[in-house]
């Protein structure tokens, strides 16, 4: 079992930085894949970013390519979400997400585990 607890959401301005934290419970924690997840009011969950076990292969959706960073520190169960250059169609809940395969990672479905959410609205 792995139980995922956001936090570092926020209101901020258009071209702010945020980063977001993931901190994840249970042993296993470095042998799963993770990824960011987002949605917004009356839209779909959208993969945000995701990363392997071992920090060495990372995806990003198109729009946030080179202003968000995902990582992990496996000694600390963590996996960050560095967001930079915010703009106001990044506002939505962002979501936590755990699996123990590589395949599909950009697949909501595929994943087991899920955090509770945090809220970030960016405003123009």
């Known amino acids: 079992q792995v139980q995922l607890v956001e936090s570092g959401g926020e209101a901020v301005q258009t071209g702010d930085s945020l980063r977001l934290s993931c901190a994840a419970s249970?042993?296993?924690?470095?042998?799963?894949?993770m990824a960011w997840f987002r949605q917004a009011p009356g839209k779909e969950r959208e993969f945000v970013a995701a990363?392997?076990?071992?920090?060495?292969?990372?995806d990003y959706r198109n729009s946030v390519r080179g202003r968000f960073t995902i990582s992990r520190d496996n000694a600390k169960n963590t996996v960050y979400l560095q967001m930079n250059s915010l703009k106001p169609e990044d506002t939505a809940v962002y979501y936590c997400?755990?699996?123990?395969?590589?395949?599909?990672?950009?697949?909501?479905?595929?994943?087991?585990?899920w955090g509770q959410g945090t809220q970030v609205t960016v405003s123009s």
């Open positions: 997400a755990a699996k123990s395969s590589i395949i599909s990672i950009r697949a909501a479905r595929e994943y087991e585990y």
């Open positions: 249970g042993r296993t924690f470095s042998t799963y894949a």
């Open positions: 990363i392997n076990w071992s920090g060495d292969i990372v």
